[in-house]
């Protein structure tokens, strides 16, 4: 049974958490968990409080045990972007871009 999380419009920028997701995809949830907790990317703590997120659905609602589970899907889309300008020399105004995410984690039941 597969038990999904999702976080939306997460301040970020997609292409940094999606190394992040890359890099657990297809792992023991155990064994992610850990793997997040030492990453220096600021994206991992996103990426671990959806895992964590998941992990919980799965044991709370489905009645799934958190050491047989691993992470099918992970991934990160682009979410929308907040636009601001900001004040240069001589009157001009240069874009400033702030990027959003939506993080996704799907975790399956190992015997599944």
């Given at each position: 049974m597969r038990v999904s999380a999702t976080a939306k419009y997460l301040r970020g920028s997609t292409r940094?958490?999606?190394?992040?997701?890359?890099?657990?995809?297809?792992?023991?949830?155990?064994?992610?968990?850990?793997?997040?907790?030492?990453?220096?990317?600021?994206?991992?703590?996103?990426?671990?409080?959806?895992l964590k997120s998941a992990t919980a659905n799965a044991e709370n609602n489905h009645n799934l045990s958190a050491e047989d589970l691993i992470i099918v899907e992970a991934h990160a889309n682009e979410g929308p972007t907040m636009k601001r300008w900001r004040p240069r020399a001589q009157g001009r105004a240069f874009p400033i871009h702030k990027p959003m995410t939506h993080i996704t984690v799907v975790v399956e039941d190992r015997e599944a």
């Open positions: 940094k958490a999606r190394l992040v997701t890359l890099a657990i995809r297809g792992k023991r949830v155990e064994e992610a968990a850990a793997l997040l907790r030492f990453m220096p990317q600021h994206a991992a703590r996103d990426v671990a409080m959806v």
